[in-house]
């Protein structure tokens, strides 16, 4: 699990780390969503430039970037790698009965760099913010409690159930489970293992909720609404101008992609 | 099975925005019908990391191995839970592997919490129309539907929103039969996950039936 590694740089002082977590939640989020709205070739540089000096603002390492990038991004070649030999009429390159076509080509550079600047924009909202503020800024932003408390006690409790299957399912390698001889097709000894596997893992986390439920009562969960109040309350730092500066910036920015965008594809 | 960022154009990924926002508030307006509310949240949240952490779980089949979704095993032990779990579940996803993404976070949960609905509610049936079968008999019978359709249909949404979005100059008939002969190869994987939601259901009601009761 790689919460850890996530938050390795958030205690960094550039200003992107400074940008108070509701308006850079607010600010990335609608430059995210303008980046998603990008069909016209001529905007990929821009979105790229914005993404990239963005992170070059947040002076997090290129290193935490790429790391990042590699997974999702082995999953999206897989995707798009089609494109350019199937789609559009315009061969560009042929090589006996395989052609590289125009079309296919943009098609999959749009998908491929509208990707890396919506997750370089992820990734600079995680690296530079603590996920505990980030939950924080979302109540502030009106995320209902339910869901609010539900994410935090998950998130509490995400590393102690991996570690109990980590330990669960080694104590079944040790009684043999996996070292069979290969068959092909489906076990159905083996699926009920793990059925009673996966069954173990949830009742044991059932019953611990249980006692977590109870020390929450004690220590006065769902008594008022206190804690709550207090919980969705981050000050908006009103003299942070440089904070002010980036969200006004970034949603100038936003509004300029999509009125380029709306006015290219209307004419 | 996510949709990534970047994939998909952003009409579609604020339509996703605004059904899971909607499914969200219902499925929360259900939660807060029960007799306790409050009690409900530690034990959907543990379950929910659990399913997380479940997620992860690997069932060989030689030569090669899947892994299961769950979504429609969630809606049949969480009920209304499920939707708000496969929500925080698909953010986690997003946050530490960048499987999913932030944009299409409404979609990924439209696409894998609605069909997790319909398992709850086809689990539901068994003590209407499965009152007549032998109790073992109507609780695997309706887990295995519940588990199989929950992923079906999740698969079908997922390929009809990639195969029709992406611009692959693919005419209409191309495009439905693609969608139909992937579907079809699907079936092998609903069938594994209803075995697998079927013996879960089956293993819970013999040593924790209350779990059964959401």
């Known amino acids: ?267 | 099975m996510h949709i990534p960022d970047g994939l998909i154009p952003a009409q579609v990924c604020a339509a996703g925005y605004a059904i899971a926002g909607l499914t969200t508030w219902y499925s929360l307006r259900q939660m807060n019908r029960k007799p306790d509310p409050t009690a409900e949240i530690p034990k959907a949240s543990l379950l929910t990391a659990a399913f997380f952490v479940a997620s992860s779980i690997y069932i060989p089949v030689p030569p090669v191995s899947v892994h299961l979704i769950l979504n429609g095993l969630l809606g049949v032990v969480l009920g209304y839970f499920a939707f708000p779990a496969i929500l925080i579940g698909l953010f986690f996803q997003a946050l530490m592997i960048g499987h999913g993404g932030l944009t299409t976070l409404g979609v990924n949960a439209a696409m894998m919490g609605i069909p997790a609905l319909v398992a709850y509610h086809l689990f539901n049936l068994r003590q209407t129309l499965g009152r007549a079968l032998p109790d073992r008999v109507a609780l695997g019978g309706f887990a295995f539907l519940g588990g199989a359709l929950g992923l079906g249909l999740s698969t079908l949404i997922f390929l009809v929103l990639v195969i029709t979005t992406i611009p692959a100059g693919f005419d209409v008939d191309t495009e439905r039969s693609i969608i139909l002969a992937l579907s079809l190869a699907h079936i092998p994987l609903m069938l594994i996950e209803g075995s697998f939601t079927t013996l879960l259901v089956l293993f819970l009601h013999r040593v924790k039936p209350e779990l059964l009761e959401g």
Request: net charge positive.
């Open chain 1, 1 to 267: 699990m790689a919460f850890a590694s996530l938050e390795a740089y958030v205690h960094g002082n550039s200003v992107v780390h400074r940008w108070p977590p509701r308006l850079k939640l607010v600010g990335l989020g609608v430059l995210m969503f303008a980046f998603a709205t990008v069909q016209q070739g001529i905007l990929l540089l821009p979105i790229a430039a914005i993404a990239a000096v963005l992170y070059g603002l947040s002076r997090l390492p290129l290193g935490f970037l790429s790391h990042r990038l590699r997974y999702p991004g082995l999953f999206i070649a897989a995707v798009v790698v089609l494109l350019p030999f199937t789609a559009g009429d315009t061969v560009i390159a042929q090589w006996g009965w395989l052609a590289l076509r125009q079309e296919g080509l943009e098609a999959a550079s749009l998908i491929v760099v509208r990707f890396v600047s919506i997750l370089t924009l992820g990734f600079i909202l995680l690296g530079t913010t603590p996920f505990l503020t980030i939950i924080q800024a979302m109540r502030g932003l009106g995320l209902p409690v339910i869901l609010a408390d539900m994410t935090l006690l998950a998130y509490r409790y995400l590393y102690e159930i991996a570690d109990n299957l980590a330990t669960m399912q080694k104590s079944m390698a040790l009684r043999g489970f996996g070292h069979q001889p290969r068959r092909w097709g489906v076990s159905r000894r083996t699926v009920q293992q793990l059925a009673m596997l996966v069954g173990s893992l949830l009742l044991r986390s059932y019953e611990q909720s249980e006692r977590v439920y109870k020390a929450m009562r004690l220590r006065g969960y769902g008594y008022g609404q206190g804690n709550q109040a207090t919980l969705g309350r981050t000050n908006v730092d009103a003299q942070s101008l440089v904070g002010w500066g980036l969200t006004v910036a970034v949603l100038a920015m936003a509004v300029c992609i999509v009125a380029v965008e709306v006015a290219l594809s209307i004419g």
